[in-house]
């Protein structure tokens, strides 16, 4: 079993930066990605941004160029810095790691974009 444990949420005002982490308790040099995933009241989980095993990224066009996805194996945590917020990213983040023994995700951390 992993467990993971995401970070770094909060409230933050429309053009404001914030950056989430997602600890692992398992190295994360065996993941074949990690990604962040996000889920707004009323609405379906949605995906943000992925880092594959080898470095390789991918993101929702919605967050492109305002969010960077990154990872450190050796604190076995990934990250999602987040810029120029918007009230629409308002939601829950949730970390995924996808590991060869299976599906993992972390219980989620509230990010709120008001003033």
């Known amino acids: 079993q992993v467990q993971l444990v995401e970070s770094g949420g909060g409230l933050v005002q429309p053009g404001g930066s914030l950056r989430l982490s997602c600890a692992a308790s398992?190295?994360?040099?065996?993941?074949?990605?990690m990604a962040w995933y996000r889920q707004a009241p009323g609405k379906q989980r949605e995906f943000v941004a992925l880092v594959n095993s080898g470095g390789s990224t991918a993101y929702a066009d919605s967050v492109k160029g305002r969010f960077t996805i990154s990872r450190d194996n050796t604190k076995n945590t990934a990250y999602l810095q987040m810029n120029g917020l918007k009230p629409e990213d308002t939601a829950v983040y949730f970390c995924?790691?996808?590991?060869?023994?299976?599906?993992?995700w972390g219980q989620g951390t509230q990010v709120t974009v008001s003033s």
């Open positions: 995924q790691a996808q590991y060869r023994v299976g599906l993992y």
């Open positions: 398992r190295s994360i040099s065996l993941v074949n990605s």
